[in-house]
């Protein structure tokens, strides 16, 4: 299998302010998000990384994305380096995250128009790529209505269509369900099947148990920034639930 990210032993540490200090009612200043971290994902597959709240998910999947820049290691994207080379990598992935927060003012149909131009995506080639994501995710319909005035659901739906506009080779989902109904949520998972089936490589960070066991080839479960195991979702679940499993892990860790 053709290797396409290497996550190299990273470590990422932040400063916590005073207020989130007293949220995590901790004294110290300082928290590590990521401790040492390493894995590999490769084409044609939908590596899970699997973790409570906190756990160091989220800030993986940023350096991954060169949204933030980890303190130690690196990450390889196709053999370019996330630290040294990011302008390429961003042109290899998409990522969607809860914190990507479209102008509410504006429809699906400029906001696309608008991130065609961004990715300098050809006219012709922006709107038949327009056509296709916006039929299979049902947003024909909803094109002209503004952000702000679409519900959950199809926010989430003009979301992945928008970090998924230059059909990149890696796509990276934070959470890719959560708070969804349970039809959209069918629709965003059928979806990624189908970019597996393309030949994609794929990571999505979740707290389901479910989610994982349905669509991941390999998992990768994280507790406190610390990569505890990885293998396949077969091999893991022909022994005992996944659920069981991350729970054996979790009393280890207590002791």
């Known amino acids: 299998m053709e290797e396409t990210i290497r996550v190299?032993?990273?470590?990422?540490?932040?400063?916590?302010?005073?207020?989130?200090?007293?949220?995590?009612?901790?004294?110290?200043?300082?928290?590590?998000?990521?401790?040492?971290?390493?894995?590999?994902?490769?084409?044609?597959?939908?590596?899970?990384?699997?973790?409570p709240n906190g756990a160091g998910k989220t800030t993986t999947l940023r350096c991954i994305s060169t949204l933030i820049k980890p303190d130690k290691g690196?990450?390889?994207?196709?053999?370019?380096?996330?630290?040294?080379?990011?302008?390429?990598?961003?042109?290899?992935?998409?990522?969607?995250?809860s914190e990507l927060k479209l102008?509410?003012?504006f429809t699906a149909n400029?906001?696309?128009?608008f991130f065609?131009?961004?990715?300098?995506?050809?006219?012709?080639?922006?709107?038949?790529?327009k056509n296709e994501l916006f039929s299979?995710?049902?947003?024909?319909?909803?094109k002209e209505v503004k952000i702000s005035e679409l519900s959950t659901g199809m926010r989430q739906k003009v979301q992945i269509v928008i970090s998924i506009?230059?059909?990149p080779d890696i796509i990276i989902f934070d959470e890719p369900t959560n708070g969804l109904d349970v039809l959209t949520a069918k629709v965003v998972t059928d979806?990624?099947?189908?970019?597996?089936?393309?030949?994609k490589t794929i990571i999505v960070s979740t707290h389901i148990f479910s989610l994982v066991e349905k669509i991941c080839d390999r998992v990768g479960i994280i507790l406190d920034g610390k990569l505890k195991l990885t293998d396949s979702v077969k091999n893991l679940i022909s022994k005992q639930s996944l659920e069981d499993t991350f729970f054996d892990l979790v009393k280890e860790e207590v002791k």
């Open 116 to 129: 065609s131009k961004l990715h300098n995506i050809p006219e012709e080639k922006a709107q038949n790529r």
């Open 110 to 113: 400029y906001l696309f128009d």
């Open 8 to 51: 190299d032993n990273i470590s990422k540490t932040f400063t916590l302010s005073k207020k989130q200090m007293k949220i995590d009612k901790t004294t110290n200043k300082h928290k590590v998000a990521v401790d040492e971290l390493s894995f590999s994902a490769y084409a044609g597959e939908i590596y899970g990384l699997l973790g």
């Open 165 to 167: 506009i230059h059909d």
């Open 103 to 105: 102008e509410e003012f």
């Open 136 to 142: 299979k995710f049902g947003i024909d319909d909803f």
């Open 191 to 199: 979806f990624l099947l189908e970019l597996r089936a393309l030949g």
């Open 74 to 97: 690196d990450i390889y994207i196709n053999g370019h380096s996330v630290i040294k080379e990011e302008n390429i990598v961003r042109t290899k992935i998409g990522f969607l995250t």
